[in-house]
Every structure is written in C-alpha cells, then in structure tokens.
C-alpha cells in the first residue's frame, strides 16, 4: 500500500481529500465523527504519528468554528470530570504511539471505530453505575486513545449519550469541548518529543481547506436540520462500519 502510495501520490491525496471532505460533514453536523473516519482510512497511507497529528490539528483548527454554539451549551462539571483522569491516558498513549507495530496500531484503530459503530447501530447504551470510578475510566481510556490513534471518541461518546439527562445539544458541547483539549495536550507531547515534521505540514496545509469547508457546510446543516439528527447519525454509523472493516482487513 505504502509503495502504491510513493508512485500515485496524486491519487492517495485525493483519497485523503475526499475523505477528509466526509469527516468535515460528519463533525460539523453531529459534534463527534471526524477522527473516527479519517484514522482508519489514513492509517492506509500514512505511519501512526503522522495520523494522529493530521486528526488532531484538522479538527483543532475547526472547533473555532463551533466555539459560540459550544460555550452556549457546555456543561463543565461533566468536561473535567473526564478531563482531568485522560491527563494521565494522554502521555502514556504519546510514548506507546512510536513503540507500536503500524499494521498493528492500523487493525487496531479499524477494530475501534467498527466495534463503536456495531454497538450503537444495534441501540446498545451503558446502563452501569455514574459516579467518580466511571468517569475515570472512560476519561483514562479517551485520552489514551486520543494519544495513540486519534480516536479517543468511542468511550466518551457511548457513556455520554447513555446519559439521559444530557439533551443533544449539551452533548455536542461537551465532547467537543473534552477533545479540543485533549488534542491540545496531545499535540504538546508529540511536538516535545521532536516528532513533528514538514511532511506533517504539507499535508495540513492541502487538507485544512478541504475539512474547513466541510465542517462548515455540515454546522451549517446542522442549525437547519439538527431534528433530523438521528438519521443521519444512522446513515454515519453504517458508513464508519464500513470504512473500519475496510481498514481491518486491507
């Protein structure tokens, strides 16, 4: 794949392109999405650092678009209850990121993204204990998957939105809010460790104007047609289904 890579590189960005014009409209619209579609898909192409830095600064680069909305509707309290045990997930996920085979870490991201896909396809939530012990955990967990693959959604996503008593809205405002910062404290780490590169750079800057135009088109949409959000979150999940099982076993 990496070879086919070298010598179409004109058709593995457009790929990347594309793809990147699809997560922009999933983030925009639902609040959470992007990374889980660009992780699996880029894993393709590119080595896991690269990955997780392309995930993390396209998306930290659009929150700004989102911010009046999401300050709006934040509920603080729940960002630093999960905030603050990925602080420790953070740096333990940064330091296994350059320690792991990349087919492994690729399979890895793929089985993520298709097992929280299957699960809220068939309807399932957490019906567990809340308390302090919970919301460590799946802060820990989000943060270090945040750090290794750029997927940190899948635990977060799947306790809040078995949260009754968090409307859509709030929702939204939260897991944006939780991963803007712990993309931020990612992105401090890797730099830290030297492993920023050009390479990096380039394909930001080819890709940010791709998945601005995206996120806007998608919180665009959403103001018009949030009502309609369940639907296209099923319409989402299939295709996440997909994109995972793809990158599983290619």
């Not at 309807?123 to 693959?149: E, K, P």
């Not at 601005?212 to 099923?234: I, M, N």
């Amino acid at each position: 794949m990496r070879d086919s890579v070298t010598m179409l590189p004109l058709l593995s960005m457009m790929v990347l392109c594309i793809v990147a014009m699809m997560a922009g409209i999933m983030r925009g619209f639902s609040g959470f999405g992007g990374g889980l579609l660009i992780a699996p898909v880029y894993s393709l192409f590119l080595k896991p650092t690269d990955v997780v830095v392309l995930v993390i600064v396209l998306n930290l680069l659009t929150t700004a678009q989102l911010l009046p909305d999401m300050l709006r509707n934040i509920r603080w309290p729940i960002v630093f209850r999960l905030l603050i045990p990925a602080l420790i997930g953070v740096p333990v996920g940064v330091t296994m990121l350059h320690l792991v085979d990349p087919l492994f870490m690729r399979r890895t991201i793929a089985a993520i993204v298709t097992a929280m896909a299957v699960l809220l396809l068939l309807g399932w939530s957490y019906q567990g204990n809340r308390g302090r012990t919970q919301d460590c955990l799946v802060g820990l967990a989000g943060g270090f998957l945040t750090s290794i693959g750029g997927v940190g959604g899948p635990p977060v996503i799947l306790y809040l939105l078995s949260d009754v008593k968090l409307p859509p809205h709030a929702f939204r405002a939260v897991t944006l809010m939780l991963f803007f910062l712990l993309q931020i404290l990612t992105l401090v780490h890797i730099g830290m460790l030297g492993a920023m590169t050009k390479t990096q750079g380039t394909y930001v800057l080819v890709l940010l104007p791709v998945y601005v135009l995206a996120h806007w088109l998608g919180a665009s949409a959403y103001r018009r047609f949030g009502h309609q959000q369940e639907a296209f979150r099923r319409i989402a999940l299939w295709f996440l289904l997909m994109v995972g099982g793809l990158a599983f076993f290619v």
